[in-house]
């Protein structure tokens, strides 16, 4: 099982990047799927999560309304559209997955087992 994450770059503040995430080795639409980030010096923080099918969606309060987190289940892969970026969203991103994952702690990164590499996003002012 293995998650690839890509589409990380350097972007201007008010620009826009897509994330995505591929996943292989089994299906994943059954997972809740998440994306989280690691700022320089911080601690990995919960971004945005789509819960199985896609029944429900959660962002962290820092990007609601600038990112859309989808998926595409029959390719296995999840996205983040990120627009109206800032300097502080600057930050290592990790997508993640796990089957398990309920509703309620769908923002809880110690719920999921499967890791992305993570992708660099950088925001200059």
């Known amino acids: 099982v293995q998650l690839q994450a890509s589409g990380g770059g350097l972007v201007q503040a008010g620009g826009s990047l897509r994330l995505s995430c591929s996943a292989s080795?089994?299906?994943?639409?059954?997972?809740?799927m998440a994306w989280f980030r690691q700022a320089p010096g911080k601690a990995r923080e919960f971004v945005a999560g789509i819960f199985r099918s896609g029944s429900s969606i959660q962002y962290a309060d820092s990007v609601k309304g600038r990112f859309t987190i989808s998926r595409v289940n029959v390719e296995n892969t999840l996205y983040l559209q990120m627009n109206s970026l800032k300097p502080e969203d600057t930050a290592v991103y990790y997508c993640?997955?796990?089957?398990?994952?309920?509703?309620?702690?769908?923002?809880?990164?110690?719920?999921?087992?499967?890791w992305g590499q993570g992708t660099l996003v950088t925001v200059s002012s």
């Open positions: 080795g089994r299906t994943f639409s059954r997972d809740t």
């Open positions: 993640a997955a796990d089957r398990s994952v309920i509703l309620s702690a769908m923002r809880d990164q110690e719920q999921y087992d499967y």
